[in-house]
């Protein structure tokens, strides 16, 4: 079939919660994708912070087919070789102290929740604790999950969600003290909020939350789903900040393509919250999967993606600016290291639109943000292409100011 037909069969037979573009993308190399035309896009959207090593590299792929030819999945019953190994390289990265593998950063959240809430009623009993997340944030699609993302348009249609949420808004510390009650049991956020327009936390927002969590003995969740694993020049986006969260949801890049997620507690919040019973997946933390995350891991060290994300962010930075400095319906950049984005003073869509359809692969945080997460491994060649397209997109908007 051609790529036409692929896509109406698609909207035949796939329900429509998405609005796609009209292309069907075949294979990838590097930082390349390839329609079934053979039409090469340049992918800095990385399948929205996920194929942070980039499409195709050998001993990623390598370690997938061996563990394909030995084991693929058993059920938690019992352990496997991939997911002890995982963990250990988890938690080196981390320094958290205990893993519960999960399916997806949805999933991850939920059991946050679910770990936070059982830990607050070993304490007294009461099944009526609250959680403070938010305004603006993004944590998931599933009922914990929304019930925790601080947009009222995603959150309507589906209520009643879960109860005892109330919201704060980021970098306003003060607002989330009146929020704070006796029935607080944690406080929720991303440590960069992604789908929410690429707003960092900052640090005197996090010591104060910790500071606050450690005097009322409420519980720090920092969701980590997209800008963990490298993103912002660090493992993890909170270890710029000095602080530890007491539970850390991390997906996205974990498996870099195989899906799975997880959540990360102290060793305090572990022996105090869920036991074996509370909590389960079948997928989770499967050998698939984990030899994924484990060769993640393994490569995130050898290939030194850190050092090189901090090597070529500036250069990033650089060029976003260039860009703002040229085109005055350009407001601004803001983000951290390979999580960027330019805000408009307009909707994005076209833009985004226009640039695929010039090979480039763009998306947004937000009806007037374009938002930058290429896979970790690119290179100031990759940039200065990106640029090129993308300005050529912006001239032919420039006449429309």
């Given at each position: 079939?051609?790529?036409?037909?692929?896509?109406?069969?698609?909207?035949?037979?796939?329900?429509?919660?998405?609005?796609?573009?009209?292309?069907?993308?075949?294979?990838?190399?590097?930082?390349?994708?390839?329609?079934?035309?053979?039409?090469?896009?340049?992918?800095?959207?990385?399948?929205?912070?996920?194929?942070?090593?980039?499409?195709?590299?050998?001993?990623?792929?390598?370690?997938?087919?061996?563990?394909?030819?030995?084991?693929?999945?058993?059920?938690?019953?019992?352990?496997?070789?991939?997911?002890?190994?995982?963990?250990?390289?988890?938690?080196?990265?981390?320094?958290?102290?205990?893993?519960?593998?999960?399916?997806?950063?949805?999933?991850?959240?939920?059991?946050?929740?679910?770990?936070?809430?059982?830990?607050?009623?070993?304490?007294?009993?009461?099944?009526?604790?609250?959680?403070?997340?938010?305004?603006?944030?993004?944590?998931?699609?599933?009922?914990?999950?929304?019930?925790?993302?601080?947009?009222?348009?995603?959150?309507?249609?589906?209520?009643?969600?879960?109860?005892?949420?109330?919201?704060?808004?980021?970098?306003?510390?003060?607002?989330?003290?009146?929020?704070?009650?006796?029935?607080?049991?944690?406080?929720l956020l991303e440590t960069i909020q992604g789908e929410g327009g690429i707003h960092?936390?900052?640090?005197?927002?996090?010591?104060?939350?910790?500071?606050?969590?450690?005097?009322?003995?409420?519980?720090?969740?920092?969701?980590?789903?997209?800008?963990?694993?490298?993103?912002?020049?660090?493992?993890?986006?909170?270890?710029?900040?000095?602080?530890?969260?007491?539970?850390?949801?991390?997906?996205?890049?974990?498996?870099?393509?195989?899906?799975?997620?997880?959540?990360?507690?102290?060793?305090?919040?572990?022996?105090?919250?869920?036991?074996?019973?509370?909590?389960?997946?079948?997928?989770?933390?499967?050998?698939?999967?984990?030899?994924?995350?484990?060769?993640?891991?393994?490569?995130?060290?050898?290939?030194?993606?850190?050092?090189?994300?901090?090597?070529?962010?500036?250069?990033?930075?650089?060029?976003?600016?260039?860009?703002?400095?040229?085109?005055?319906?350009?407001?601004?950049?803001?983000?951290?290291?390979?999580?960027?984005?330019?805000?408009?003073?307009?909707?994005?869509?076209?833009?985004?639109?226009?640039?695929?359809?010039?090979?480039?692969?763009?998306?947004?945080?937000?009806?007037?943000?374009?938002?930058?997460?290429?896979?970790?491994?690119?290179?100031?060649?990759?940039?200065?292409?990106?640029?090129?397209?993308?300005?050529?997109?912006?001239?032919?908007?420039?006449?429309?100011?």
């Amino acid at each position: 079939m051609e790529m036409k037909e692929y896509i109406e069969s698609a909207e035949q037979s796939l329900l429509h919660t998405y609005n796609r573009f009209q292309i069907v993308l075949d294979r990838g190399e590097g930082v390349s994708l390839y329609d079934l035309d053979g039409k090469r896009y340049l992918d800095f959207c990385a399948g929205i912070a996920v194929f942070a090593l980039g499409y195709h590299n050998k001993e990623y792929d390598d370690a997938l087919k061996a563990q394909i030819d030995k084991l693929i999945h058993t059920s938690n019953y019992y352990y496997n070789v991939p997911a002890v190994e995982a963990a250990r390289k988890l938690k080196a990265a981390s320094g958290m102290d205990r893993v519960f593998f999960t399916n997806s950063g949805a999933e991850a959240i939920e059991g946050a929740l679910k770990a936070a809430r059982k830990y607050a009623y070993l304490k007294d009993g009461r099944t009526d604790h609250e959680i403070i997340a938010m305004e603006h944030s993004f944590h998931g699609r599933t009922m914990g999950a929304l019930a925790v993302t601080g947009n009222p348009h995603y959150r309507e249609a589906f209520e009643p969600l879960i109860g005892n949420i109330r919201f704060a808004k980021l970098n306003d510390f003060e607002s989330v003290l009146a929020q704070v009650t006796d029935k607080t049991c944690a406080i929720l956020l991303e440590t960069i909020q992604g789908e929410g327009g690429i707003h960092p936390a900052t640090r005197d927002f996090l010591t104060k939350l910790r500071a606050l969590c450690d005097e009322r003995d409420i519980l720090l969740i920092l969701d980590e789903i997209q800008c963990g694993m490298g993103r912002t020049g660090e493992m993890f986006a909170w270890q710029r900040y000095g602080i530890r969260p007491d539970i850390m949801a991390c997906a996205k890049a974990l498996g870099c393509g195989v899906p799975i997620g997880a959540f990360l507690l102290t060793e305090h919040v572990a022996s105090h919250s869920l036991a074996a019973g509370d909590h389960g997946t079948t997928y989770g933390g499967n050998p698939l999967a984990c030899a994924a995350a484990s060769k993640v891991l393994d490569l995130f060290e050898s290939c030194h993606i850190i050092e090189h994300v901090r090597l070529i962010a500036p250069y990033l930075e650089q060029r976003l600016d260039e860009l703002v400095e040229r085109f005055d319906f350009i407001k601004t950049r803001r983000g951290v290291g390979l999580l960027q984005g330019l805000v408009f003073d307009r909707p994005v869509a076209p833009i985004i639109n226009h640039a695929v359809e010039n090979g480039l692969l763009l998306i947004n945080a937000g009806a007037d943000v374009i938002r930058f997460v290429p896979p970790l491994v690119i290179t100031k060649e990759h940039v200065d292409e990106m640029i090129s397209i993308l300005a050529r997109c912006l001239e032919e908007e420039a006449p429309h100011k």
